[in-house]
């Protein structure tokens, strides 16, 4: 007979005289301060416990253990894991690797014609199996990133309230003022590093979304783990909540957030100000925080109001602008010129189009321009025309101010295009559609090899298609996209244009910035990323028509954009993790999330002699006690 209780009894008993010894705490993370308030709650699960001699892998026994996704495997827990942990009989006969498992992901997500269904596949996979689910993801990400990030997940934030099935993230809402650091305890991992937060005002170019903005932080910070490897119980997407200004969402019966407008002035500020400081004092100064697709009236202000005394950044300033120049390096080896050689023409003056400007400037001054000269090359429309020192209403707002041009005003697009005159043509708008066959077959007529960006997300807000780009050009056209489009054929030639969009970076950027414990993120290493991305750019990447590598070595970008940022955070003395590692790939690699599965059972294990029932494929491990 097969002695189950004997066996599962003697396990229980360890699993709880640890757990008595020293609750919730984990022998691998001594206790903090900021630990201390999370060890009081009592959903932390324990996944590690020294017994004497014994490690005992976790104490989430039976279904629980399944029914984490942190801990379960699915058909992959080997026989005496079943045994151990009570799951045995709780699931089918077969046992499966991982690999297999992968396969039947693939099948699974490819029986969906709807991308949205797919995105839902994917979510339903993450709250099952997170392991699985990022593997997966690390290993498709050219099919996948589409899913979980930008078009589709543009969608599932707009069906939020449709779709929204099981709490993922937290969300602060205003309701909660004074009492923010109450609700940030209720999270339930005690060494979050990094934290991606919007208040959901401006959700890709789909603007103000509320509360259905949760979809961005969530899918940011499942890049964070499949791009760059950092550990998930790491990540926690927040949505700050103080309504929206959306009529159609406040009219929505399916719209799960406030049903009021925004607050804004004073109270909203206060807001921030508490959220911020409740998240150093709940887990440490160093917790990186990512503002992501906030109005830019309130964007540009909270990251000059705490750029030094958080350690934070703005993805769509400072992210995009770092993937936008790595982009315009890459293009300097086809046309031959200097970003001082080149006039720059954006539409859209917005977070996106003055990041991009500024570290372009940033760029060209290192390169030994003049600042004045540098901004002169750059020219920029906003939704009331060209920004002119001119204008007829006077006032420009401080961030564009300087890239403002003594001329007369001008409205019109194309008018302006065939002013200018740029060499590069960058969309940040939001506008669809604003990079007109004419102004494409103009940007062809005054350039040999024109540069022309649509960077608006997510695919139905792009200023052009790449098909557009490629056929108003004959073909000449340096072209990338925010978000990405299918190959395109012109003759006997196919362009495969690459995404120029902030997910090459922001993931490396964290993973640089959590590893060493960085205080501030100064805007160097924003252009440290943008040389490593660019310098990872390969003749047969430009031959394809691609400023982009593939989507596939994100993963190795990633790594070298960390030992960059790694290396500027010890250059600078803004790093607090100490003694400086000499090998800084294999100490950044050491911290990595481990994509495959974990053993569930002791690393120590006296194997009970006992007599067994053989009803599962025979493993060598009993066969080597029976
Ligand atoms: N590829 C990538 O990695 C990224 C892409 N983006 C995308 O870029 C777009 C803009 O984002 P962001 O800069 O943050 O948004 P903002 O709201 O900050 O800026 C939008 C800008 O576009 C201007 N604008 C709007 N309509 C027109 C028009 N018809 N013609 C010319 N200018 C116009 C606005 O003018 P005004 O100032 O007068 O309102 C504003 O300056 C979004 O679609 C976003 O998804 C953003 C970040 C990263
Ligand atoms: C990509 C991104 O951050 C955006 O479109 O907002
Ligand atoms: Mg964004």
């Known amino acids: 007979m097969f002695s189950r209780p004997l066996l599962y009894g003697n396990f229980s008993k360890i699993c709880a005289s640890a757990a008595a010894r020293q609750p919730h705490q984990s022998v691998t993370q001594p206790t903090t301060a900021s630990t201390a308030v999370a060890n009081n709650n009592t959903q932390i699960r324990e996944y590690h416990e020294v017994v004497g001699d014994i490690l005992c892998p976790s104490q989430v026994m039976g279904i629980d ?102 709490p993922r ?31 959901g005002e401006r959700i890709l170019g789909l603007g103000d979304l509320g509360a259905s903005g949760m979809g961005i932080p969530v899918g940011k910070l499942a890049l964070y783990t499949a791009l760059a490897g950092i550990k998930p119980h790491q990540c926690l ?44 004092k709940r887990y440490g100064q160093n917790t990186l925080i990512q503002f992501e697709d906030f109005g830019n009236h309130n964007a540009f202000r909270f990251l000059d109001k705490y750029r030094n005394t958080y350690c934070t950044f703005n993805d769509d300033i400072q992210g995009t602008a770092s993937v936008a120049v790595a982009g315009l390096y890459a293009s300097k080896r086809i046309t031959g010129r200097s970003f001082a050689e080149y006039t720059f023409l954006f539409a859209g003056a917005g977070e996106a189009a003055i990041g991009i400007a500024d570290l372009v400037v940033k760029a060209m001054v290192a390169e030994g321009v003049s600042l004045e000269e540098a901004r002169s090359k750059i020219w920029m429309v906003d939704i009331d025309g060209l920004l002119t020192t001119t204008r007829k209403d006077g006032n420009l707002e401080g961030h564009k101010f300087n890239y403002a041009k003594e001329v007369e005003p001008m409205k019109n697009l194309e008018d302006i295009v065939d002013k200018i005159k740029p060499n590069v043509l960058i969309g940040a708008s939001a506008a669809a559609g604003i990079f007109t066959p004419k102004i494409l077959q103009t940007m062809a007529a005054n350039n040999e090899r024109p540069v022309v960006f649509a960077l608006s997300n997510p695919t139905s ?34 362009f495969y244009p690459g995404q120029g969009n902030n997910a090459y970076i922001f993931p490396g950027v964290a993973l640089g910035v959590i590893a060493t414990g960085t205080h501030h993120i100064p805007d160097d290493m924003f252009l440290i990323a943008s040389q ?95």
């Open 65 to 166: 253990h399944i029914r984490d996704p942190r801990l379960n495997k699915g058909l992959a827990f080997t026989l005496e894991e079943r045994q151990v942990l009570g799951i045995h009989g709780l699931q089918p006969a077969r046992f499966k690797t991982q690999e297999e498992q992968l396969e039947l992901c693939k099948i699974a997500v490819n029986r969906y014609s709807e991308s949205l269904n797919k995105y839902l596949y994917l979510s339903d996979l993450q709250d099952r199996n997170e392991r699985l689910f990022f593997r997966f993801l690390s290993e498709n990400i050219e099919e996948m990133m589409p899913i979980i990030y930008t078009p589709t997940v543009g969608l599932a934030c707009q069906r939020f309230g449709l779709i929204y099935r099981r």
């Open 169 to 199: 993230g937290l969300f602060v809402t205003i309701n909660d003022r004074g009492h923010v650091f109450d609700v940030i305890k209720n999270w339930p991992e005690p060494d979050v590093r990094a934290i991606v937060v919007t208040d």
């Open 237 to 280: 997407p927040i949505l700050i909540d103080v309504g929206t200004n959306n009529i159609d969402l406040l009219e929505d019966p399916l719209y799960v957030g406030l049903r009021q407008k925004r607050v804004v002035g004073r109270e909203y500020d206060d807001f921030i100000d508490e959220f911020m400081q409740a998240v150093v």
């Open 461 to 494: 807000k792009a200023e052009c298609t790449a098909e557009q780009a490629y056929q108003n050009t004959e073909g000449r056209v340096i072209f990338s996209s925010g978000s990405p489009f299918p190959p395109v054929t012109i003759g006997d030639k196919t």
């Open 532 to 626: 490593e991305l660019a310098n990872y750019v390969s003749d047969a990447d430009l031959e394809r028509g691609s400023l982009y590598p593939p989507l596939s070595s994100i993963r190795e970008i990633s790594m070298r954009i960390a030992m960059g940022v790694t290396k500027c955070a010890y250059d600078k003395g803004l790093a607090s993790t100490y003694p400086e590692p000499q090998d800084k790939r294999k100490w950044l690699e050491e911290q990595l999330y481990n994509f495959n599965y974990e053993s569930s059972l002791p690393v120590t294990w006296v194997w009970p002699r006992m007599p067994y029932i053989k009803t599962r494929d025979e493993s060598p491990l009993l066969a080597a006690i029976k």
